[in-house]
């Protein structure tokens, strides 16, 4: 799935070879190639294997410098590439190198993305040392680049040397692992109730990558739907080290769940796997003091079509609403759509995000936090809402303690006005 993958952006000036690199790179017609100035105008994405990287997407990328009407439509669209790159490779022509690129650079920077600077065309001018000069004063990973004279395999080498350098082995051992929690040979109990909203003949991502996961740890697992959770727990001869939850039914499942055993729902481990899971238990703990006319954000990052019971459109606003007994402005934005203007809001509140790489789910969060708004998920919000947010924030002490902090943080405040 392309948001498992790590993603490539590939930025420059229009013309200088962007496109024809990705074609390069992937020995396929991927991106058309023109000598036209501004011939990508929408960006163009490719997965591919690079092993032993695993699978990698390569995002081509309109010129940022488009002089057309439609300019700039595609300098947003590209820049909102930035944030979810997980690698910058910014393209430019041999002895080319004005602020145009320092701003790319910046950007990478800014975003804390690795940068490689591919130095394309070289069959037609050759860089001069004092140019390569300049350039390694923004970038170790320096690479020239002909798709006339090139090597396919040598130059591939070296980006996949680069690659592994930016993410060794070991690059995922900050993230968050379900192997602190659950031990080999342990028992998960998974509860994955089939209602209106689970999709046909499917299991949801963030259930099947938990699954993944705890195969990982050498554990095993139970699924089973909510009904059939009861009679599981009491067939079990010794009690699950953890029970993972649909958040939807996290309430009945949290009554059914004797408080020695350990519990959590698939929003959370989500959440822990992808963002800031602190950040967001912080965020959370605005749902306890919102006012009148607060205006709360419900943004998912992908389209459908609502359901009668669709959790972002219909069950969220609704336990908001209750919970908070305010009359709310809640917007409910989807898509590409992060509203760019959020300094007015009091609270986002975010779908899983299982369609976007970790890289953009940060870039949301740091987005929110930047503006000084708060941002949870869903998973932790329908926590707070049924009153078992304390419960499912146990395993990750460091989210419990920033929940119940900020919690006597508003208090406080409340109580100042
Ligand atoms: N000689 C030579 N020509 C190249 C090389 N790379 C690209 N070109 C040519 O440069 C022109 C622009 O190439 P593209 O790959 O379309 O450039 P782009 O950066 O994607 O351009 P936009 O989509 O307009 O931003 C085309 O005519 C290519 O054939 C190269 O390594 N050597
Ligand atoms: S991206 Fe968000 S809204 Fe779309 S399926 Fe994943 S969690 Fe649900
Ligand atoms: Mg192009």
Known sequence: MKALTIHIGIFGKTNVGKSSLINFITNQNVSIVSNLPGTTTDAVSKQMELNPLGPITLIDTAGINDVSILKNARIEKTYNIFDSSDIVILMCEPEKISDFEENIILEAKNRKTPCIIVVGKIDLYKPSEMFLKKLKKYTKHILLFSKVIGNRD????????????????????????????????????????????????????PQIQTLRHILDSNAASYVVQDSEYKTVLQNLKTPPALVITDSQVVKQIVAKTPTNIKLTTFSIIYAADKTDIVE??????????????????????????????????????????????????????????????ITNCKIIIHCGGCTLNRKSMFARVSKAVENGVAITNYGIAISVFHGVIEKVLEIFPDALNAYRRHLVNNQIIRCQK
């Open 154 to 205: 040598d130059f591939l080498n070296s980006l996949k040397k680069i690659f592994l350098e930016v993410f060794p082995d070991n690059y995922r051992e900050n993230y968050f692992s379900i192997k602190n929690i659950v031990k080999k040979n342990a028992t998960v109990v998974l509860v994955t109730p089939i209602d209106l909203g689970a999709p046909r003949g499917k299991i949801i991502m």
């Open 280 to 341: 967001m238990a912080k965020g959370a703990a605005i749902l306890n003091n919102l006012n009148d006319n607060d205006k709360v954000i419900i943004s998912e990052a992908c389209t459908h079509h609502a359901s009668r019971d669709d959790i972002g459109k219909v069950k969220l606003p609704k336990w908001l609403k209750k919970y908070s007994k305010k009359d709310l402005k809640i917007k409910y934005v989807c898509g590409q759509d992060y509203p760019k203007d």
